[in-house]
């Protein structure tokens, strides 16, 4: 657990009504890397070793279960539903008293703090209800404030504000736990798990077609949808934000963003994709091949929510049939950010050659500045992903 940048965003679809929520993965990346760092060297401390929400592991989504701020407290209503004292702006009398109203995300494990604000604010409605600027709540004789840093202050919507003392209650002195912590004169020991990640940028296109039928006729589709210039491309940048757990885990995922186009669907200079996943050589029923995912989520020139979901399908047909099999991507667009919605359009989209080699040069090793560990990391990936092609191509005619 951690404390992210809280750029999440909940939005009310129009049309279902459906409550949604984007979450910006690729801008937490360092957290979460540093985070994972952390679980490996606990581990290995321990002599055991880590093990991941399976979530994140297959998916990349995050979880939480310390949601604040859905409608956050701030001075003015453009930056927060509610006023500094839990009340919504220009609704005199109806109050949120839950971890909606918190601000920021404020760390760990935060019912305690939830319950504080809400007293705080329940102690103030109550004075204003009863026009007893003095009322103080009965409960509140036990409890021991820490005295707050005079300097301090904390952050109420857009500004900071100073940490008040309330005048009913006596400060004790009290000891911060936080200020107690105290970082060694040159800094907390290096982690003895250093994570290297890699990351590279692939371009594809080809054709998609409204409405095909049968949906999986996929050349089908793509033939009609050449013929009615019906383009689809993308430009994405896949991250795999820690190159052991990917080479490890079985669905070997990754993180990828950058822009989608699909003629009628996208403004023609794309859409944005910020949460897509990617998944390379995922086992499937059948010995001798492998499935590459692409899971690309945008947002339509309609506003509506769209997924590109695409596979590429490894396996040794007749012929030689290696660059085709990776280049080709039988992809459907749905309706909605699930693989469950209904498709509107399908097609094949291409890695044509000139792209490839291009893509090759934008390999980059993240996490290490050492030349020795780069090239390491980019012969162990290369290792993976030549090694499955000859399980797929080669073994399968030994075995
Ligand atoms: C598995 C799990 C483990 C956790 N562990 C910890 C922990 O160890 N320490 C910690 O500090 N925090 C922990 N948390 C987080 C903590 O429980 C929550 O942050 C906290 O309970 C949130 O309090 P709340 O009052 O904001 O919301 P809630 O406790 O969710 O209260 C909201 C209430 O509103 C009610 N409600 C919803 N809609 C309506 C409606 N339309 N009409 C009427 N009522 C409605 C709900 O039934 C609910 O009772 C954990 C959470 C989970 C899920």
Redesign the pocket.
Known sequence: MGRDKANGRLSLSPVTRELQVQWDVPANLPLYRTQEQLCEDVARALGTRAAYNPLWERLHLPVS????GGCAMAEEPAYGVLDPEGQVHGYPGLYV??????PVGIG????????AV?ERNVERAIRKVKNAPGWVAPERGPAQPVRADPSASVRVGMRMMPVEETPHTPVVPGTDPLGSVVIPPGGTVASPTPVVGLRFTERMKGYLHPNHVPADDYAGAARAGQREGDVAEFVVTITLPNLDRFLAQESHGGIAQGTLHVKGLTPPGGAAVENGVFNLFVDTERFYERRMLYLLPFTGVDGQPYLLDGYKEVCDNAGFDVWSDTSTLYTVVRKGHERSGPVVSSGIIRLHLPDFLQQLTTFSVLGTSSPLKQADAIRRFGGMFMGTLWDVFARAKFD
Do not use: T, W
């Open positions: 279960v310390h949601n604040l008293f839950d971890g909606a109203a918190l760990v494990n935060p019912s305690s703090s939830i319950a809400a």
